[in-house]
């Protein structure tokens, strides 16, 4: 049973529903405080449980043929699309994404674990002869193939509770391991709701384990577990750092925070730019990694920027998601919505022009815009994860440069000009994983390489990445003699 009569929801552990009603999470949804349902906060034992199924499992499932794991795969793509609309109520409830958003990320997610599917199919090894190099004879091949990292953790945010889980879940599976799923807690419903899609396609039991729990009591015991052999970790740089002094030399991927910069250069077409920049900072409250969460524009053309994107705001709907598909939300929590009024506090103090919103009800913070915003201020460098988008003003293109390679974090950046010899130029100094030219930053589509330098991250993510990262290279070198 995957939930109680009092809602209730089980942990996935060797193929069953495990109820434990001690010891109760509440999950409450941010929309109005009503109760979505409740998730048990594990032991230590029961972790240490869940992962040693994990680990049993983990021997055979690296022998099952990979067209046959990708069947499973694709029947948990269907499963998913049937059970859309189901799994994106809970989300709204869960995580106060609104709704056509939430079915949105339930069909991405589909799309992605077939792609991966068909991915992991078509991996290729090589081989090398030993003559290429100097002084050996043609009478040595190393033949590379890859195998399986044995029990991959994986860790997953609220903001993308089904597409973050699935995107470690799916490449972790077909590149032959074992995975021990913990959700964000607020969130965890809906990543139980995709365990289940995992199960009742018919994946062989253990090999999807799940853990419910805070992070804060258990997240420490399960990344240095001497039985995960692997971290792939979704949220917050100061988590993620966290996790890589403490891991030592576990291999871990890390997906982190962001202060993605839109650099608007005076030959840019302004329209365009007012458009993205509005899309890229605003949806889903900019609660994501890759929302724009500052502008970088040079005097020669900012006035008539701001004045679009101020006009490009109004579209800009905010509401309860229980009402309509408001582009903005509540907050995910109190303390996130007082972390964003305190940025937007400091940057009124210090002087910033408000254009519009830098009001709150409950925990909708209204879209809310700043222009001449300086380097002193906390909105130029901190990353809000909520709707507020500030605009520093510089004297030229070197400039934007410098101030977006100041930032501690590096996922993206846009620069939008057209000039390709310019965005060329600029893409090669800034300091990010990826540059988009003439549009928001955003991570699709997911077999693009996806990766954050400095506090962003370590390792890269999309699909083929994501295989390779969870199998390691075996070579077998055939001496001919
Ligand atoms: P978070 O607070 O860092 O939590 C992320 C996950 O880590 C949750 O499952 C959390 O569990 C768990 N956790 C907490 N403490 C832990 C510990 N000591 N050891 C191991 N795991 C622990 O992040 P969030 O608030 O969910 O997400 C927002 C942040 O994630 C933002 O900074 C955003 O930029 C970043 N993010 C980055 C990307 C990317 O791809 N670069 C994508 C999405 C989000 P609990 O929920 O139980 O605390
Ligand atoms: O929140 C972080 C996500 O990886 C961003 O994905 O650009 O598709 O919204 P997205």
């Known amino acids: 049973m995957f939930n109680t009569e009092e809602n209730i929801y089980g942990n996935l552990l060797n193929g069953k529903w495990i109820h434990n009603k001690e010891n109760l999470i509440h999950i409450k949804s941010p929309i109005n405080g009503e109760l979505v349902g409740s998730i048990h906060a594990m032991s230590r034992e029961e972790v240490d449980e869940a992962i040693n199924i994990a680990k049993k499992a983990q021997k055979e499932w690296a022998l099952v043929p990979t067209n046959e794991k990708s069947k499973i795969l694709h029947n948990v793509a269907d499963l998913l699309e049937e059970r859309a609309e189901e799994i994106a109520k809970i989300m709204v409830l869960e995580i106060a994404k609104d709704n056509k958003s939430a079915i949105s990320e339930v069909k991405r997610t589909a799309d992605f674990i077939r792609f991966t599917a068909e991915t992991a199919e078509n991996i290729k090894g090589e081989s090398l002869p030993g003559d290429s190099f100097p002084g050996f004879k043609n009478d040595k091949i190393s033949i590379v193939t890859r195998e399986a990292l044995g029990v991959v953790l994986a860790i997953s945010p609220f903001n993308y509770p089904v597409n973050l889980a ?29 365990a289940k899609a995992f199960k009742d396609a018919g994946l062989p039991d253990g090999l999807i384990n799940t853990i419910t ?59 365009l730019a007012a458009k993205n920049i509005v899309a890229g900072a605003f949806s889903y409250s900019g609660q994501r990694c890759t929302a724009v969460k500052r502008v970088l524009v040079t005097d020669y053309v900012s006035d008539t920027l701001v004045e679009k994107i101020v006009e490009e705001m109004k579209k800009v709907t905010y509401g309860s998601p229980l009402e309509g598909n408001f582009t903005v939300g ?129 390792g890269v993510q999309g699909i083929r990445y994501s295989i390779e990262a969870m199998s390691r290279v075996k070579a077998t070198v055939i001496n001919l003699k």
């Open 213 to 271: 729990g805070r992070g804060s009591e258990i997240g420490d015991y399960v990344v240095t577990h001497k039985d995960t052999d692997f971290v792939n970790f979704t949220g917050s740089s100061e988590i993620g750092k966290r996790i890589s002094r403490i891991t030592e030399m576990k291999p871990i991927l890390m997906e982190l925070g962001g202060k993605d910069a839109a650099i608007v250069l005076d030959d840019a077409d302004l329209d």
């Open 166 to 194: 699935a995107s470690k879940i799916a490449p972790a599976l077909m590149a032959g391991n074992s995975v021990v799923f913990k959700p964000a807690t607020q969130g965890a419903i809906s990543g139980l709701y995709l």
């Open 330 to 458: 509540p907050l995910i929590d109190t303390k996130s919505a007082d972390f964003v009024e305190g940025l937007i506090k400091d940057a009124v103090d210090k002087g910033a022009t408000l254009l519009a919103g830098g009001t709150r009800e409950g925990n909708i913070i209204a879209p809310t815009l700043f222009d001449n915003v300086t380097v002193d201020m906390r909105i130029a460098w901190e990353e809000p994860f909520g709707p507020v988008l500030p605009i520093i003003r510089v004297r030229n293109m070197e400039e934007a440069i410098k101030i977006a390679n100041e930032s501690e974090y590096g996922l993206q950046s846009s620069i939008f000009t057209k000039d390709i010899n310019k965005a060329f130029y600029v893409a090669s100094k800034l300091e990010v994983g990826t540059v988009q030219v003439n549009n928001k930053t955003e991570r699709g589509p997911d077999h693009f390489p996806f990766l954050g330098v400095k506090s962003s991250g370590m």
